[in-house]
């Protein structure tokens, strides 16, 4: 019932941006932390490991909020990273981390639980355990310290955290955070007995995956064995999944920050999942299957949503918007709504994130902008890799044809400039299939200039960084020289050509990235030291430094050539082998070894299941709109297979590939995939 | 139709910036369906304009915003105005009145002349904020301050018009009227030479007024009755709402 607010007001004046930590957001509800007698509410602090600008417009971190808050035996209030300088305030005037909404101690909640949509965070998540005021270490806990939880995507592998975390949710949270809520809620009425066995109950709840119940037996470097330590600990924790987006018209009441932040206009979520089948990609690999949002939903959430927070810019987020099966009459429906009494036709700006490589794209991007009074922004497109023999291996099935309509259709209907994202560091990749990657620039530049001097492509290249739960997860990552050589190759090569620019991701980075998204547990150790080293704020590249993770590595005996640049052999024991996001290991196997070979896989979505574990798994399906593919989207359909099986492709036998070439690249922005796309 | 809007802001909402504002108006504008005019130009924005900017941290009674309209407004939902936008509005941002504006009228920045501001802290008494009434018998008062990335040192005694102490409510407080025409002189910068002793980032802010000359008469830009108490600390109310 405490607020530190008198505390902090004067701490903020002294530190940038203070509105960062002020909240009073629109959207907000006051959070009831007397709904039952005696402080028997749940209290859930959801904490971002990043800057406020960042993770305000998390919209899983916001949908949680709101059904807790909805929740009779709950209540939520949000937390974030502070800033360098607000963290050294609070820690010489001894003032703990607290809630942006009341300004609360982490301590007068029961859970801090943290979303994880990146690696490089783990550091921070520390930073904010200790702020919090409880013992970094989950085993030095007591009954009355704070519940460490984390998800998001990051937490599929929570194992380098497993020293620092009670629980990590795998997969959705909408109704995971209700069960995990009445478990805690009936430990806190009984008395908050013993932390152990609070522990013990929670990990029976199927998703939540509670590390302190396993012990992990090693044989030397490998891993042999992760068993639970009692009977009624599952040996597999499988993943949490929502049969129906429909029923989740969360959030109804999107937050709408006073301050400026990444992104600043209402979000809809339009569906979940993808099976485009990109192997480099965790996030489809991770959400399947595809569950679309009812078309008249997505258009009521957007026009009441922007009616209610007077935004006049809305994004429609997915994986792959142009995929979803009625993206052409929400778009009309929109726009026909924009037109209304109290509407924003003569501003309005629709954002179509991540949308696929092909001229009915661009069409649609074309028509959205055209009729709307918005902004142009740029134009972003994803091919991912150099090459179509490379395409194929990560199954991003882009034929160049496509791209160059794609682009063609763009130029002409007046943009001028557009982004184009490439990942280095495939599997199998050669020089030939880095410079491809020029080849395709100077080649999008030269349509341009058939319509505009002033047309220029701009290259953002990515190392990759394998992960967890996809066909690359035995792939030994390029080392940062061998990056930094690909890069400097597309560098040469693009260097005196007129119209392309090129950006390119920090490989150091990448390889912190590697090392923490395959790491098990004894990379807690390393995290540990590169905390106490002053390494937070990792994904900030003027915080970052290598050099920290290198030294930490040293000291702990480990090497990164094992954890990162090493390929692992099919019968490796991987760390979170007992973590499953529904995908077979066989089926990830066998897709590695099709991928060896050069072979595509299709959509399941609108082709037939080949069977991946998850829908059968999990007794859920595909919610589609429409059983058929959309027109002009060829990528990942029979079709479009037909086609590339024309393209010749010799590749060496997959092991001796393997072998042959250790230093092959490896890129950090593998989840840059999820930031690629359209905005118009 | 051309309109003069007189706000406050209040509280945690002090936090935020001259540039955060400017958001927080374009959405409730729209929010209420308010008919703005916009520029012209490739992207065209909502024609509002605000006047002296408020240090961010600074509280204030007297804030002022100039919105033009593509058609005009019924004298009812004028009326109704105040409370429409407050609604809109984030906690802290009330408005208070609303008028129209003369099409001849200048621009705020063109017809503000100085601010008062008062000035606090928990760490000053009475004794301090006589001490800095003292201020006004010097015959010059040097202050070296940066502006811009500018180191300078300026002769700021012209840019302070008067200083009293009022008791306030909440105890006494340094009444400060400043002149903003020129480099002005900023309530810290004032802070820094009439608290020689104490952080200047602990001196809390509230500006009262803007004025405008009238033939050598000052006049508040938009005169209204001040909500009540006019010296605002952030209430347990606010902080546990
Ligand atoms: S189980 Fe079948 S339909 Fe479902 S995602 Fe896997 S391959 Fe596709």
Known sequence: MSSLWTRVEPLLARVQKPARYIGCEDGVTTPRHDKLPGGGAVAWLLAYPDTYEIGLPNQGLQILYEILNERDDAVAERTYAPWLDLTEQ??????????????????????????????????????????????LHTTERGPDDLLVIVGGHAAFNPEPLADFIDAAVLGEGEEVVSDITAVVRDWKRDGRTSRDGLLRELSKIPGVYVPSMYEVVYDGDRI?????????????????????????????????????????R???????????????????????????????????????????????????????????????????????????????????????????????????????????????????????????????????????????????????????????????????????????????????????????NRASVTVSLGGYVPKPHTPFQWFGQNTRAELQRKIDLVRTATRKVPGVQLKWHDPAASIAEGLASRGDRRIGRVIERVWRDGGVFQEWGEHFSLDRWERAMALEGLSLDWYVYRHRDEHEILPWDHLTAGLHKDFLWGDWQDALAGSGIEDCRWTPCYDCGVCTGFGIEHVVASPIAPAGGSQGTGQDLARGGEVPVTLLPARRQLVDSPNQSVSPAAAASAESGVTV | MKLRIRTTKLGKVRFTSHRDLARMWERAVRRIGMPVATSEGFTPRPRISFGLALPTGAESVA??????????????????????????????????????????????????????????????????????????????????????????????????????????????????????????????????????????????VLRTHQWTDHDGNRRDVLPCELPQPTVVDASPVEVLA
């Open chain 1, 90 to 135: 609070l820690r010489s005037n001894g003032v703990p981390l607290f809630s942006v909404d009341t300004h609360r101690p982490a301590s007068d909640f029961d859970i801090l639980a943290f979303n994880l949509s990146s690696e490089l965070v783990y550091t921070n998540v520390l930073e904010m355990i200790d702020l919090a005021g409880i013992p």
């Open chain 2, 63 to 204: 804030e002022y915003i100039d919105i033009d309209l593509r058609e005009p407004l019924s004298d009812d939902r004028i009326v109704g105005l105040p409370a429409e936008l407050t609604a809109a509005l984030p906690t802290g941002i009330d408005v208070l009145i609303v008028a129209e504006r003369d099409q001849r009228a200048g621009s705020l920045q063109e017809v503000v002349t100085s601010c008062t501001w008062q000035l606090w802290s928990p760490q000053l008494g009475s004794g301090h904020h006589h001490d800095a009434c003292r201020l006004l018998e010097a015959t010059t008062l040097e202050l070296d301050r940066e502006r811009k990335g500018k180191r300078s040192t300026d002769e700021v005694r012209p840019m302070i018009l008067d200083l009293r102490v009022d008791l306030t409510p909440a105890g006494d407080r340094l009444i400060a009227e400043l002149a903003t025409v020129g480099r002005g002189l900023r309530p810290s910068e004032l802070a820094r030479l009439a608290y020689p002793d104490i952080d200047p980032l602990d001196v809390r």
């Open chain 1, 224 to 264: 042999v064995e992760v068993r639970p330590r009692f009977a009624d600990v599952p040996a597999t924790v499988d993943k949490r999944t929502v049969a129906d987006l429909g029923e989740w018209p969360y959030p109804r009441q999107q937050l709408v920050p006073l301050t400026e932040v990444v992104h600043d």
């Open chain 1, 266 to 452: 209402l979000s809809v979520e339009v569906f979940r999942g993808c099976t485009r089948g990109c192997r480099f990609c965790q996030a489809g690999m991770i959400t399947r299957p595809v569950r679309e949002r009812p078309a008249e939903q997505v258009r009521t959430m957007i026009r009441d949503g922007l009616r209610r927070t007077g935004y006049d810019e809305v994004s429609l987020t997915s994986l792959s918007t142009a995929d979803f099966s009625d993206i052409e009459p929400v778009v009309k429906g929109i726009l026909a709504d924009a037109q209304l009494p109290g509407g924003c036709a003569d501003t309005l700006t629709i954002s179509l994130p991540s949308l696929r490589v092909d001229a009915f794209t661009v069409g649609l991007a074309g028509e959205v902008n055209g009729a709307g009074g918005g902004r142009r922004s740029g134009l972003t497109f994803a091919p991912e890799a150099g090459s179509w023999r490379l395409r194929q291996v990560i199954n991003k099935l882009i034929l160049e044809e496509d791209l160059y309509g794609a682009v063609d259709s763009a130029f002409q209907q007046g943009w001028t400039r557009m982004k184009l994202y490439f990942l280095t560091g495939l599997p199998t990749e050669t020089d030939d299939d880095t410079l491809g990657i020029a080849e395709l620039a100077k080649n999008c530049v030269a349509i341009g200039k058939r319509y505009t």
